[in-house]
């Protein structure tokens, strides 16, 4: 916990740090890695005795959700790799960018990764996982990123973020389901009591999404393509997420949920098929590439690949060289790639073409290449040997495929051959090259990451003892899911695996020997490699972008109106679908109680309402809106509502005055609408119209159905004591609403005051100004005598009347 | 039972939405005598913590609990004080505050006491609607909130962006109160009274499986004339519009307190609190949850997508608000199953813990582009924030915060709502597991969509070089109203337990 | 009654929608008013139609006479009449000052896109 913790809280102070320290930062900062991966290495013996360490933080305890760590022996082994790369490149990345401006910067997002890293490895909550997962993306763009000003680099951080971020997601849903399923989200407990959830009838999807979350994380095939491209970061950057730990997160995953959802015919297909087709795909593409990086990149999509595979076949001895051969290639793979950086940094290219005979100048960098590269190869006695023996052994007795797949790793292994010539001794022998550069040998900081990356290599080929029991051992154990002692030994004997191991030695020199002939083979196939999945993102990403595109234009017009006329549309749809679905379009009309005045009166409304739309001089059109409100106000004096037609009668006059003083100087504006536009608003409106009409219809017919009614009246009318109703409704059920109303109104009040103050002050006219007091003068003065026929509401228009008028007398008192 | 008593609890439940009008008519009445917006920003400030005063006084509170036990008043009650509406009032207070504090120099010295006068008569709506018991009551409060949202639009800024923005806002929204008013009539029809407590009782006692129609089409209605307030699509359109017309202030008060208005307004009328011995409903909100889902896709999918290509900070921040209104409504659709099935956490409940969220850190982000604009050099597009993180860097790492929050990265508030919604959508029982699955993978593809839009917000701040130098001197409201937005995300974050029991309590599940 | 006002709703909202999608700042607020009277002739008739009686208890008895019209919606379309009436006094300033600043009643000109 505080181990992950002090990594977050270091970042934030490493750009303050570098400004202080400059050149000795890089040093600094390595110390908090270094110290990290002394005290989980305390922690080995305690592991290695089949201990779990755990810590816990209780974040939604009614959820059960609570942040917690656990550390088992795949962990050790993931968080001793991470801490101790992470040291030493800190320390690399201080000699390799030394005075750029934004060192700080990267430091900062190393620390912050690695952190993420740790926090990953060492989650025992599913979700607690998954947001350090996607924290290890997002770090990753930053990194890739880092070079901003260039926009390939902005371009390939976005690749990378999306495919990993979004494979992130999948991995989240899949993690939920998991946890339902499991009952738990802790990883301890899922992995405690095995509910069998491999029968479990979600099985299925969420093994595929908790795959695609890990195949787009390890850059599987199709997936790979975001690797290479993820090359464009500084390759300190390259070495250490690249290649060393944030894409073996998806290994790491793999390895953790094995026990869970292994051994199933789904994952040996799935698991396996695509590790083997990433293995070869990988390796064939590395061989095509010039670019040392970019061999460098294909090379470990290759190598991620057997990984994979590996864990496909899952049996013990499988589980085991996946392990030893993660540890090998973090080892050897880190060591070139920092090989990479340290030629491109004193040399200025990276093109293998251009390479050569660099052994004279740089012969420290030279041997750490020359290690790294004979372990990549696999020759003994590097730890590689041993891990590429026990690959061969366990892909060969693998359950029902060894015979497909021994070839394919032999055929991988041969060409794991040719990228270790090109990386580490192509450049170093033959005949020098012009470079850009004139080189020279690398700084301490530059060959120190490879030469100790390397040299552990062979030590640990040497004595293999000392990884197998403490570090290997329990993490077997803790991916198999019982007990695993395993040996390690250099010499296995005379037996298949050295036979495989011999061809593939043989097989790679031969193809080493004829490299510029594949590479001009290779040519050939360029558009059908064009046509990859990186195509695939590209048409995707565009499609995405024209999606919006098109919704924006086609939604976001800007125009009121469209606007209006949607959400006219969607909510009559909706009703109008409420009602199709219930199948009641029709009712009973009821025709009884009409007299002729309703009649009159109904006409009356109508006409002048129609009157009120095709009228063409405006106060034409407000005279026919003025007769529409005192009909309406006659249709409430009909039923029994006299309150409500007092109020009617005056605010209708009030309007009718408001819209005259408004609108009466105003030049007329000529009619704008097409014909068809009117047609079409025509239309839209009837149809709400009709729709209305049988609303209401509806609403006639279903009045006062429940019984609640009845009780309801009984009880207000035995609390309030009242007779008028409307009355006693207004006092005590609205006591609150006449403070509302009044405020309301001053609001409205206010608003017409301070439109008009503003434009007074904004241009200045007073005359201008004065013309437009006048409507809210007249707002004011007639509705004083309100109060008087609607004592009901009688505080709130009388306050509004009020707070109408004041802002009048402001203004007439401020000019 | 005497009637004097309920009536004088009645105001007394009110009382600090009553200080708040009468103080803001107040400031109305005495803007024109003193045009000073630090005075006036104090007076407001002062304004709302009298009003908290009121809420934290023992004898205020202690009404909470007897209107829980008693059935009968609140079939009378025109306003209930519930654990919901204490809630929402806290949360309208401190929101009040903050956005005081954001609008501090924001807004001119001659409009400041109409400006801080409208800003307290809208917090004091928001308290109003969430303790609203009766449906005019709600509308009241409904429209306490709006009218003078629409003066704010206008006082704020007069170009003509500004002004397309007042009245777009205005329209619609008037249109929307319609709609709303059409349902609520409708509901009024349907049980023939306007008290909430009496209607929902009145729809549970008819045939739960076949409410009459009528009852659905007001339904309808009150989500679409809701659905305004929520932005939820497609009665949305406003939104971007108007936030981009409008200044930074008015565009963060449109984006928190309609909000809270909104949701707390369809939690009641839709029958979605269940407080004390009621049992949970089976009126109005659980006959409609397929309503609420594919409002849900919908409004987060337009959303997303229609973000993603906007270089306009404001219009981003608008569309988020709307993506944001489509993670809030699958509460709403899983409310009622989550309840029949006791769930760890109901949908109601990550409602109401998301509207807190959702709150801080899109004020808080609003606040931070405040805080760096000049009336010369306003901050409107992603471009401009270049590089913030060098001249700026505490307020960078605020909006880095809130942007993270807003994504859904954990140890923010954003992380801890979204979890609780899409966790209910997993949880839903199996017969329906497969649609809120569904609902679960298309929210969580959305979330995954909307990540970009904010990343390449905190890309420019931190991965770019400034386009132009931002030089505004440091003002200690806005950095206070940011500071307590950026608290509030984290807090929620790291510890979100006690808001989250507060929002259970609140619906009562 | 009952057929006739629901006809006559209908009409008033069709007149209503027709005008606020018209392109003229005036018609739209002509539009606005038209469709807050078939509102509050919809929460009338959402009460009940009764012809007649006043909702009032007389001297000495407990309960109104029936048949009286219901008090509830008058007090409903009291208070939105009144509200609206503060609406409108807005709207109509809102526009005219948009009117004079755009010089023309064309709700289009009010626009800014997205791009």
């Known amino acids: 916990m505080t181990a992950v913790l002090s990594g977050f809280v270091l970042a934030l102070v490493a750009p303050g740090l570098y400004r202080r320290a400059r050149a000795g930062a890089g040093w600094l900062l390595a110390l908090l890695p270094l110290g990290l991966a002394g005290y989980f290495g305390s922690y080995t013996e305690a592991v290695a005795a089949g201990e779990t360490v755990r810590a816990s933080y209780s974040w939604a305890p009614a959820l059960g959700v609570d942040l917690s760590f656990c550390l088992d022996g795949l962990s050790l082994l993931f968080a001793l790799l991470i801490t101790g790369i992470g040291a030493l490149i800190l320390i690399y990345a201080g000699g390799y960018l030394s005075g750029h401006p934004q060192l700080g910067r990267l430091y900062a997002f190393l620390l912050l990764f690695m952190a993420s890293m740790l926090g990953l490895v060492l989650a025992d909550n599913l979700l607690a996982l998954f947001v350090f997962w996607e924290l290890t993306s997002l770090s990753s763009y930053l990194l890739i990123g880092f070079d901003h000003e260039r926009a390939e680099a902005r371009a390939a951080a976005l690749q990378a973020l999306l495919v990993t971020g979004g494979g992130g997601l999948a991995l989240l849903a899949g993690l939920l389901l998991l946890g339902q399923a499991g009952g738990s989200l802790e990883l301890s407990v899922l992995l405690g009591q095995p509910h069998d959830l491999r029968g479990h009838p979600l099985y299925l999807p969420m093994l595929l999404l908790v795959l695609l979350g890990a195949f787009t994380k390890s850059a599987q095939f199709p997936f790979h393509f975001w690797l290479p491209g993820a090359m464009a970061a500084p390759t300190p950057i390259s070495a250490y997420l690249h290649s060393a730990t944030m894409v073996k997160a998806g290994v790491y995953l793999l390895a953790r949920l094995h026990p869970l959802l292994g051994g199933t015919d789904a994952w040996h297909a799935l698991v396996t098929g695509f590790g083997a087709a990433t293995m070869l795909a990988g390796g064939l593409l590395a061989v095509t590439q010039t670019d040392l990086k970019r061999i460098l990149a294909y090379s470990t999509v290759s190598a991620l690949g057997t990984l994979v595979l590996l864990l496909g076949i899952g049996t013990s001895a499988a589980v085991t060289a996946a392990l030893v051969f993660l540890l090998a290639h973090a080892l050897y793979k880190g060591a070139l790639f920092l090989v990479a950086g340290a030629l491109d940094h004193e040399t200025g290219t990276r093109d293998v073409r251009q390479l050569g005979g660099l052994w004279r100048t740089m012969p420290v960098t030279a041997a750490a290449a020359g290690l790294a590269a004979l372990s990549l190869a696999g020759f003994a006695p590097f730890l590689s040997f041993i891990g590429k023996e026990l690959v061969f052994e366990a892909v060969w007795a693998a359950p029902g495929a060894g015979f497909i797949l021994a070839p394919a790793a032999v055929l991988a292994g041969a060409l794991f051959v040719v990228t270790a010539g090109l990386t580490g001794v192509r450049p170093f022998w033959g005949a020098p090259r012009a470079t850009p550069r004139p080189p020279h040998e690398a700084p301490l900081s530059l060959w120190l990451g490879p030469v100790l990356l390397a040299g552990s290599g062979l030590l640990f080929g040497l004595w293999p003892a000392l990884v197998a029991a403490q570090l290997v051992s329990p993490a077997v154990t803790a991916v198999v899911g019982h007990p695993q002692h395993v040996l390690l030994a250099l010499w296995h004997g005379f037996n298949l695996a050295l036979a495989l191991s011999g061809v593939s030695l043989v097989l790679g020199l031969a193809l080493y020997l004829g490299w510029n002939a594949i590479r001009r083979a290779s040519a050939c196939l360029e558009p059908l490699l064009n046509r990859g999945p990186a195509m695939w993102y590209e048409v995707a990403l565009r499609g995405l972008n024209r999606l919006a595109q098109g919704q924006t234009r086609l939604l976001q017009s800007g125009y009121l109106r469209y606007y209006l006329m949607i959400v006219l549309v969607a909510t009559a749809g909706l009703t109008g679908a409420t009602l199709v679905r219930r199948g009641r379009l029709a009712s009973p009309v009821d025709w009884s109680g009409l007299s002729f005045y309703d009649a009159g009166l109904a006409l009356l409304i109508l006409l002048a309402t129609a009157a009120a739309v095709l009228a063409r001089s405006r106060l034409a059109a407000i005279a026919a809106l003025g007769v529409v409100g005192y009909s309406v106000a006659l249709v409430f004096v009909l039923f029994g509502a006299p309150d409500v037609a007092m109020t009617q009668f005056l605010v209708e006059t009030l309007t009718v005055i408001l819209f005259v003083l408004v609108f009466y100087h105003l030049p007329e504006s000529p009619a704008v609408s097409h014909t068809l536009a009117r047609l079409r608003d025509a239309l839209l409106a009837a149809a709400v119209g009709v729709l209305m009409t049988g609303l209401v219809l509806l609403a006639g017919d279903v009045q006062y159905h429940p019984p609640i009614s009845a009780y309801f009246a009984e009880h207000s009318l035995a609390d309030a004591h009242g007779r008028n109703l409307v009355n006693v409704i207004l006092v005590d059920f609205r006591g609150l609403d006449t403070l509302g109303e009044i405020t309301v109104l001053a609001v409205a009040g206010v608003g017409v005051y301070a439109l008009l103050k503003l434009r007074v002050g904004a241009q200045g006219h007073s005359a201008a100004g004065s013309t437009e007091v006048q409507p809210a003068r007249t707002d004011a003065a007639p509705l004083e005598p309100e109060p008087g026929p609607v004592p009901a509401v009688n505080g709130a228009p009388q306050d509004g009347g009020l707070a109408l008028a004041n802002p009048a007398a402001e203004e007439g008192g401020g000019r | ?509 | 009654m009952a057929a006739l006002l629901a006809i006559l709703i209908g009409c008033l909202y069709a007149a209503g929608v027709y005008m606020m999608l018209r392109r003229s700042l005036f018609k739209l607020i002509l539009g606005l008013v038209l469709l807050s009277h078939g509102a509050n002739l919809l929460i009338f008739t959402a009460g009940g139609l009764t012809r007649a009686q006043p909702p009032i208890i007389p001297a000495g008895a407990d309960a109104p006479v029936v048949p009286s019209a219901d008090p509830l919606p008058q007090a409903l379309i009291l208070t939105a009449i009144v509200i609206g009436f503060g609406v409108l006094a807005f709207a109509l300033v809102l526009f005219h000052r948009a009117y004079q600043t755009i010089g023309s009643d064309d709700p289009d000109e009010l626009r800014v896109s997205d791009g």
């Open chain 2, 1 to 509: 039972m005497n009637p004097t008593v309920e009536l004088a609890n009645v105001y007394l439940l009110a009382l600090p939405e009553i200080v708040l009008t009468l103080s803001a008519c107040l400031l109305f009445l005495a803007g024109t005598f003193r045009q000073n917006r630090h005075f006036w920003a104090m007076k407001s400030l002062g304004i709302l913590g009298a009003a908290a005063f009121i809420l934290a006084l023992p004898f205020y509170r202690q009404p909470v609990d007897p209107l829980f036990a008693l059935q009968a008043p609140n079939m009378v009650q025109p306003i209930v004080l519930d654990r919901l509406a204490l809630l929402l009032k806290i949360v309208a207070l401190i929101g009040g505050a903050v956005l005081v504090l954001f609008s501090w120099n924001e807004v001119s010295d001659d409009l400041a006491a109409e400006y801080h006068a409208c800003l307290l008569v809208i917090i004091a709506g928001v308290g109003l609607s969430a303790m609203a018991n009766d449906l005019i009551i709600l509308f009241l409060a409904l429209e306490m909130i709006s009218i003078p949202t629409y003066v704010i639009l206008y006082l704020q800024k007069t170009d003509l962006g500004a002004r397309e923005a007042a009245a777009k806002y205005f329209l619609l929204s008037v249109f929307s109160t319609g709609l709303l008013l059409f349902g609520f009539s409708y509901l009024y029809g349907l049980c023939g009274t306007t008290n909430i407590t009496a209607l929902l009782d009145g729809l549970r006692s008819t045939d739960a499986g076949r409410l009459p129609l009528i009852a659905l089409v007001a339904l309808v209605m009150v989500v679409a004339g809701l659905g305004f307030k929520i932005t939820a699509v497609p009665f949305h359109f406003y939104a971007p519009d108007v936030y981009q017309g409008t200044s930074l202030t008015s565009a963060a008060l449109l984006a928190f307190v309609p909000k809270v208005a909104g949701f707390a307004a369809l939690l009641r009328v839709l029958d979605f609190v269940w407080p004390g011995n009621r049992p949970p409903g089976v009126a109005l909100g659980t006959q409609a949850p397929i309503l609420f889902w594919i409002l849900a896709a919908m409004t987060m999918t337009v959303g997303n997508v229609l973000a993603l290509l906007q270089d306009n900070l404001k219009r981003i921040l608008a569309y988020s608000s709307v993506a944001h209104a489509g993670y809030m409504l699958i509460g709403l659709a899983t409310a009622p199953e989550l309840a029949h099935q006791a769930a760890a956490v109901g949908g109601g409940q990550a409602v109401v813990f998301y509207l807190v969220s959702y709150g801080a850190m899109t004020v808080g982000a609003f606040a931070v582009l405040a805080y760096l604009s000049t009336p010369q050099a306003p901050i409107e597009t992603v471009d401009d924030l270049a590089g913030v993180s060098r001249s700026h860097p505490a307020v960078a790492l605020m909006m880095a915060i809130f942007l993270f929050s807003l994504i859904g990265m954990p140890l923010t508030a954003g992380f801890a709502g979204k979890f609780f919604l899409f966790l209910g959508a997993l949880e839903v029982r199996p017969e329906q597991a497969v649609l809120f699955r569904c609902l679960a993978l298309i929210a969580a593809l959305n979330a995954a969509a909307g990540a970009w839009y904010y990343l390449r917000i905190i890309a420019a701040m931190y991965l770019r070089t400034p386009l132009r130098a931002i030089d505004k001197p440091a003002t200690w409201p806005g950095l206070a109203a940011i500071a307590v937005c950026a608290a509030i995300t984290v807090a929620l974050g790291v510890y979100p337990t006690p808001l989250l029991q507060a929002a259970k309590a609140a619906v009562g599940q």
